[in-house]
């Protein structure tokens, strides 16, 4: 079956740096995408990485490995407003997006 | 960027009526459209995909006679909830896809329905 999994919940301090990991098992690879989903609102479009390597944009930066089926999503120099859910989700072969559980990231002054 | 918008952002029904949402592309053609269902901290749940012209692909588990999708346009969309139920309260959120570099979708704002 596909499968994706990431952390349910993170907790970091405001001005640190954070990384959520994502693993995924899914039938054919087109491309992993990060989401930003605030309490009771839509996700937005963070990041897309179809490539192995590091994709940086500004104080986020995401990271895949195809090879490992695995996905990081950096943040730096965290700011209350960070505190969000983090989605992962993966493109398949059918160019269905399946999608993680969601990270829950918590900032703390 | 993309743009999509959704009515109502929430409603509020009494059981065994149907509500309609609209999901509309303001900027760009969307060639496909999503239909979400989210649960109080759960992921997204794809519902039903549709493109435009042509009749919904519903994903398993999901009554097609219950959730009625119409994508008569390119940039309009409507998720009708017939015979609305408690257990059919959620936030539902569409986003679509159009000519994008990743192909990746954008979400309308959601909208929260609560059966009572």
């Known amino acids: 079956g596909q499968n994706i999994d990431q952390p349910t919940e993170m907790t970091a301090t405001e001005g640190a740096i954070v990384q959520i990991n994502c693993t995924y098992q899914?039938?054919?690879?087109?491309?992993l995408f990060w989401y930003q989903q605030h309490a009771g609102e839509a996700p937005t479009f963070l990041s897309y990485?179809?490539l192995d390597g590091l994709e940086e944009k500004g104080r986020f930066s995401s990271f895949l490995s195809r090879s490992k089926g695995y996905s990081y999503l950096l943040l730096k120099e965290l700011q209350m407003k960070d505190s969000a859910s983090y989605l992962c989700?993966?493109?398949?072969?059918?160019?269905?997006?399946?999608w993680g559980a969601g990270t829950k990231l918590i900032i703390k002054p | 960027g993309a743009v999509v918008s959704q009515h109502p952002s929430w409603v509020i029904c009494k059981s065994g009526t149907s509500v309609k949402i609209e999901c509309r592309s303001l900027?760009?053609?969307?060639?496909?459209m999503f239909w979400y269902r989210q649960f109080p901290k759960q992921s997204l749940m794809l519902m039903a995909t549709?493109?435009?012209?042509?009749?919904?692909?519903?994903e398993q588990g999901v009554e097609k006679d219950k959730f009625l999708i119409n994508h008569a346009s390119l940039t309009l969309s409507t998720l009708t909830v017939t015979s609305a139920h408690p257990e059919d309260s959620s936030f539902y959120i569409c986003?679509?896809?159009?000519?994008?570099?990743?192909?990746?979708?954008?979400f309308g704002p959601g909208t929260r329905l609560t059966v009572l």
């Open positions: 990485n179809v």
């Open positions: 986003s679509s896809t159009g000519q994008r570099e990743y192909n990746e979708q954008f």
């Open positions: 989700a993966v493109m398949d072969s059918n160019y269905q997006l399946i």
């Open positions: 899914t039938s054919g690879f087109n491309g």
């Open positions: 900027d760009f053609q969307a060639t496909t």
């Open positions: 549709s493109n435009e012209g042509s009749k919904a692909t519903y």
